[in-house]
Structures are given as structure tokens and as C-alpha cells.
């Protein structure tokens, strides 16, 4: 009951969230968002604006979230990273991967789920993992801390087609229980 399909409870709320909780399948959490951290390259206490998932090196990197690239490229810091701005609110960041994924270039859109990197160690990095910053209104925040917007419900328009829908659909499955 939208342009691109998706799940919904009975009262029409979208059950897909606006951001996926992480950007990969990790087995850990190496480093959390850390104001006062001590950088294990540097040995200097140092703000570390992200959250660094460990992960073997060519691990999928994924969009969190339906959005445009503005960066994807090289820094001596950063390695290989991939930036992505979803609305005028939120953006993303990636970094340290081993490689890019083919075709993810500035101006790109991409969909929440869709591959963007793989895990590696490149730029200022101790081992594979992705350090994935979140940026709030220009700032970047912790992920973790931040109340984010529910997604789209079912538009007021397309509601009696989705109720409709709805009890046609419970009425069949109630009838095969018979």
C-alpha cells in the first residue's frame, strides 16, 4: 500500500522502521560513540564521533536508510568511505572499507538495505570493522540516543483499499481454519 510495497499492522503503521539498527551483520561492537575515547592509533584522548562494528574483512556494508550519495571516496583518515544524506535532517557515513561497491558514486540513490562498501581496514584503522557515523541537522550524534521518525503509514488515501484488503484477506484466512 505504497509505491514500493511493504508490511503493515492491522491499523495501517508502517512496521518498517526509517533506519535499519545497524549497517551489517556484526559480531560485535568494537568502539560505541565516545566523546573522550583513547584513539588505539594515536594514543591521544580524542572525540570518536561513530560506532565501529568489527567484522571480517569483505563483509556487506548496507544503507541504513533510503537516501542520496555525496561522498564516496579516499581520505588518509577515513580510507575508503561512502557518505549518504537521506533527508534534510539525517546522513550517514561509512568508513574504513576495503572497497566500495560498484556503481555507488555521488548522486546515486539508494534504498535502505542496498550494498554500498565491504569491511576492511583501510585509513586510520587497527583491524576490519566499519566506523558508521550518524549526522543529526548537521552534527554527529549518537545513533543509539536518538528518537527516530516512525515511517510512513498508510496514506489517508489509500486507506479504505488497504481495509478492504485487510478483511477480505482475514476473512479467507478464517475460512481455511474451518
Not at 13 to 18: V, Y
Not at 138 to 160: A, F, I, R, T
Request: proline residues 6%.
Amino acid at each position: 500500500f505504497s509505491e514500493d510495497g511493504g508490511y503493515y499492522d492491522k491499523n495501517g503503521r508502517n512496521l518498517k522502521k526509517d533506519f535499519l539498527k545497524a549497517p551489517l551483520q556484526y559480531s560485535r561492537i568494537s568502539s560505541r560513540y565516545n566523546p573522550n575515547r583513547l584513539h588505539p592509533v594515536l594514543k591521544t584522548r580524542k572525540a570518536h564521533l561513530g560506532t565501529d562494528y568489527a567484522a571480517p574483512t569483505g563483509t556487506p556494508i548496507m544503507s541504513t536508510a533510503d537516501g542520496t550519495i555525496t561522498k564516496a571516496s579516499y581520505t588518509r583518515n577515513n580510507g575508503n568511505y561512502v557518505k549518504i544524506k537521506h533527508n534534510s535532517v539525517y546522513s550517514t557515513q561509512y568508513l574504513h572499507m576495503s572497497k566500495i561497491a560498484k556503481g555507488i558514486k555521488p548522486g546515486i540513490y539508494v534504498k535502505q538495505g542496498q550494498v554500498i562498501g565491504y569491511v576492511g581496514s583501510t585509513g586510520l584503522a587497527t583491524g576490519p570493522h566499519v566506523c558508521y557515523r550518524f549526522w543529526k541537522n548537521g552534527n554527529q550524534v549518537d545513533p543509539y540516543k536518538q528518537d527516530l521518525p516512525e515511517s510512513d503509514p498508510v496514506s489517508e488515501k489509500l486507506m479504505p483499499k488497504y481495509i478492504l484488503t485487510k478483511d477480505s484477506l482475514n476473512i479467507l484466512l478464517n475460512l481455511s481454519i474451518l
